[in-house]
């Protein structure tokens, strides 16, 4: 019988166990921040009603979709769409799942959620059809105080500062304060506005001259210095708080749109700062247009400073009504995603990550087979004191145990022989510092507890 070739389909992440180990604790960190900050976990299926999750038909959506059809249903089946869809991202099950349950939350509801999601990307270095977010929202329920736009940056900053990962920075822009610039400018039909914010939303990718070439030709017919004046617009960053608040106030006052959506983001920012954000961590930033028939206020993209060429690793905004397809009620709120597969892969692309230790802190190896209920034993202490330890179970060459425990990212070993049986000692050897040291058995817990604290606050 020939044997089928082991492989893994194109677009997705298969990790080694250290690597995994690496990935688990960046989730277990974002997830801890979102915690801290008072968002609940929710999880959803990973199927949806397709009439559900495909709420607008047709788009680059609905083409990336993957289909769920179980094997007695494909028999049955007839012309037309699967009843099943895996979701594509954590947004449209939170809608569903907050109209579905809306009597029995509490709102503000404030929820984060951690799961994969599943896009029918074509296959190509870095993309994922299957991928981890990680998102927090909070939904109103009729109103929401802009308040909470000023909260998300907070989070993020906690997250991407516990991630250790180098400076960043939580650029903010205004979907209404750029709006109320187009129309200010002759651009206020919504179908044009819109296209002209995706040409915008390409200033970082494509440069200034594409856009302008764009803004001035077939579709916009811009003069030379109406093109100008809104890439001059785009382009306008901040350095610092205060050069922030003076760019927006440079700006004027235009028309209503402009002025509210100038004031929302001068809020915003001033609340930002007194969330605690350094300044050295926020700046706005004019050419974020993000989601254009989604978000309606303020947007968010998060960028490493010294790695620009990752892209946005985090990104969200506020939005009018979430659940508008599924139910009467208004539910504004504001959110972000961290698509953390994509981030992971990129960081340990650019040797931003380090190395992984293993989970197991201790091996205890066998010295002589007649003393296995003594390792045992050990064994069970330390895990009794809380320390993860594994122990060998089939001997062999006392080198050859170690070469097993440094591949396998296990950074103390445990010798316990006749010598150290008759003394009551047990020696434990360093595997990273390639030192060695007896201690009584009595004080072994305590001995090595202090070991793991020191590799904990001086990571090797």
């Given at each position: 019988?020939?044997?089928?070739?082991?492989?893994?389909?194109?677009?997705?992440?298969?990790?080694?166990?250290?690597?995994?180990?690496?990935?688990?604790?960046?989730?277990?960190?974002?997830?801890?921040?979102?915690?801290?900050?008072?968002?609940?976990?929710?999880?959803?299926?990973?199927?949806?009603?397709?009439?559900?999750?495909?709420?607008?038909?047709?788009?680059?959506?609905?083409?990336?979709?993957?289909?769920?059809?179980?094997?007695?249903?494909?028999?049955?089946?007839?012309?037309?769409?699967?009843?099943?869809?895996?979701?594509?991202?954590?947004?449209?099950?939170?809608?569903?799942?907050?109209a579905?349950?809306?009597?029995?939350?509490?709102?503000?509801?404030?929820?984060?959620?951690?799961?994969?999601?599943y896009?029918?990307?074509r296959?190509?270095?870095?993309?994922?059809?299957?991928?981890?977010?990680?998102?927090?929202?909070?939904?109103?329920?009729?109103?929401?105080?802009?308040?909470?736009?000023?909260?998300?940056?907070?989070?993020?900053?906690?997250?991407?500062?516990?991630?250790?990962?180098?400076?960043?920075?939580?650029?903010?822009?205004?979907?209404?304060?750029?709006?109320?610039?187009?129309?200010?400018?002759?651009?206020?039909?919504?179908?044009?506005?819109?296209?002209?914010?995706?040409?915008?939303?390409?200033?970082?990718?494509?440069?200034?001259?594409?856009?302008?070439?764009?803004?001035?030709?077939?579709?916009?017919?811009?003069?030379?210095?109406?093109?100008?004046?809104?890439?001059?617009?785009?382009?306008?960053?901040?350095?610092?708080?205060?050069?922030?608040?003076?760019?927006?106030?440079a700006?004027?006052?235009?028309?209503?749109?402009?002025?509210?959506?100038?004031?929302?983001?001068?809020?915003?920012?001033?609340l930002?700062?007194?969330?605690?954000?350094?300044?050295?961590?926020?700046?706005?930033?004019?050419?974020?247009?993000?989601?254009?028939?989604?978000?309606?206020?303020?947007?968010?993209?998060?960028?490493?400073?010294?790695?620009?060429?990752?892209g946005?690793?985090?990104?969200?905004?506020?939005?009018?009504?979430?659940?508008?397809?599924?139910?009467?009620?208004?539910?504004?709120?504001?959110?972000?995603?961290?698509?953390?597969?994509?981030?992971?892969?990129?960081?340990?692309?650019?040797?931003?990550?380090?190395?992984?230790?293993?989970?197991?802190?201790?091996?205890?190896?066998?010295?002589?087979?007649?003393?296995?209920?003594?390792?045992?034993?050990?064994?069970?202490?330390?895990?009794?004191?809380?320390?993860?330890?594994?122990?060998?179970?089939?001997?062999?060459?006392?080198?050859?145990?170690?070469?097993?425990?440094?591949?396998?990212?296990?950074?103390?070993?445990?010798?316990?022989?006749?010598?150290?049986?008759?003394?009551?000692?047990?020696?434990?050897?360093?595997?990273r510092?390639q030192?060695?040291?007896?201690?009584?058995?009595?004080?072994?817990?305590?001995?090595?507890?202090?070991?793991?604290?020191?590799v904990?606050?001086?990571?090797?």
């Open positions: 019988m020939a044997l089928t070739q082991a492989r893994t389909m194109p677009g997705v992440m298969e990790l080694l166990p250290l690597d995994q180990i690496a990935f688990q604790r960046m989730l277990d960190t974002i997830r801890g921040n979102f915690e801290r900050f008072g968002f609940l976990p929710i999880e959803t299926p990973v199927m949806e009603f397709s009439d559900v999750l495909l709420t607008k038909q047709g788009g680059e959506t609905e083409r990336q979709v993957y289909f769920v059809q179980s094997t007695g249903a494909l028999e049955k089946s007839v012309a037309g769409v699967p009843e099943l869809a895996l979701r594509f991202d954590l947004t449209v099950p939170l809608a569903r799942y907050v579905e349950h809306e009597h029995d939350l509490n709102f503000p509801f404030r929820r984060y959620q951690i799961q994969r999601v896009r029918g990307e296959a190509q270095r870095g993309r994922f059809r299957e991928f981890y977010q990680c998102d927090i929202d909070v939904i109103g329920k009729d109103a929401l105080s802009i308040r909470y736009d000023a909260e998300i940056p907070a989070v993020i900053y906690s997250v991407f500062r516990d991630l250790n990962i180098g400076p960043f920075t939580i650029q903010l822009n205004n979907r209404k304060l750029m709006r109320g610039f187009f129309e200010s400018q002759g651009i206020g039909d919504a179908e044009r506005q819109a296209h002209a914010l995706r040409e915008v939303d390409k200033l970082d990718k494509r440069g200034a001259d594409y856009v302008r070439d764009t803004l001035m030709g077939e579709g916009f017919g811009l003069t030379v210095d109406a093109a100008k004046r809104i890439l001059d617009f785009v382009q306008v960053r901040s350095h610092g708080h205060a050069d922030a608040l003076d760019k927006l106030d700006l004027g006052g235009g028309n209503a749109t402009l002025a509210e959506g100038v004031a929302e983001l001068t809020q915003t920012l001033e930002i700062r007194a969330f605690g954000v350094p300044e050295s961590h926020y700046a706005i930033n004019l050419s974020i247009a993000r989601g254009l028939d989604y978000y309606t206020g303020t947007v968010y993209e998060t960028t490493l400073n010294e790695h620009p060429q990752i946005s690793i985090c990104s969200g905004g506020r939005y009018e009504n979430l659940a508008s397809n599924y139910t009467k009620s208004h539910l504004p709120g504001v959110g972000i995603s961290i698509g953390a597969t994509r981030l992971f892969y990129q960081l340990r692309e650019a040797g931003l990550l380090g190395t992984a230790a293993s989970t197991v802190k201790v091996l205890v190896t066998q010295m002589d087979e007649a003393h296995l209920p003594r390792y045992l034993e050990l064994a069970n202490e330390l895990r009794s004191a809380g320390i993860a330890t594994e122990v060998v179970l089939e001997g062999g060459k006392l080198g050859k145990q170690f070469k097993y425990a440094d591949r396998a990212g296990i950074r103390f070993v445990l010798v316990l022989g006749s010598d150290e049986i008759a003394k009551g000692t047990v020696t434990v050897k360093d595997l510092k030192d060695q040291f007896e201690v009584p058995r009595t004080e072994l817990v305590k001995t090595l507890r202090v070991e793991l604290e020191q904990e606050a001086m990571p090797a």
